[in-house]
C-alpha cells in the first residue's frame, strides 16, 4: 500500500476517532470520517496486544493493507478511515478476512455505490 494512503500521525488517528462514525462486525471496527484534503483515501489500521504477539499484529496489518491494496478502486474517495482488528479475525484464512472487511465496509457506506447502513427504527405505540 503507498504511503500516501496511510494514516500516520497521532493528530490523523485522534481526529478520526474524535469526529468520525464508527461500524462494526464480528472481525472489526470501523472509524471513518471526511478528509479535509483531497486525496483518495487513507488507512490506518489498529491491532491491540489483545489479539496476540507482535508477530500476530504484523501479520494482521500486513494482510488487511493487501486486501485493501487489491479493493483500493472500490474505496469511497476523500475519506479517512481506521481498522481496528478483533480477536476473531485472527484465525480466519485470508479469503474470510477479505469478505469481512468488504461487508464492514459496505455496511459503513464507504465502498463506491453503497449506502451507509442505519439501524432499523421502531416505532413504540402507546396505548391510552
Known amino acids: ?11 490523523d488517528f485522534g481526529r478520526v476517532y474524535r469526529g ?8 472489526f471496527v470501523v472509524y471513518w470520517s471526511r478528509q479535509p484534503i483531497a486525496e ?12 496476540g504477539n507482535a508477530v500476530v499484529r504484523n501479520r494482521m ?6 486486501i485493501v491494496r487489491h479493493m483500493e478502486q472500490e474505496i469511497a474517495q476523500n475519506v479517512d ?10 484465525s480466519m484464512s485470508y479469503a474470510e478476512l477479505d469478505r469481512s472487511i468488504h461487508h464492514v465496509l459496505r455496511k459503513g457506506g464507504l465502498l463506491k455505490n453503497s449506502k451507509p447502513h442505519s439501524p432499523k427504527r421502531t416505532t413504540i405505540s402507546k396505548k391510552s
Open 1 to 11: 500500500m503507498r504511503r500516501k494512503l496511510r494514516l500516520r500521525n497521532r493528530e
Open 20 to 27: 468520525g462514525k464508527s461500524f462494526a462486525n464480528g472481525q
Open 40 to 51: 483518495p483515501f487513507r488507512l490506518g489500521i489498529s491491532a491491540s496486544k489483545k489479539i
Open 61 to 66: 496489518r500486513r494482510v488487511i493493507k493487501e
Open 81 to 90: 478511515f481506521i481498522l481496528i482488528v478483533r480477536k476473531p479475525a485472527v
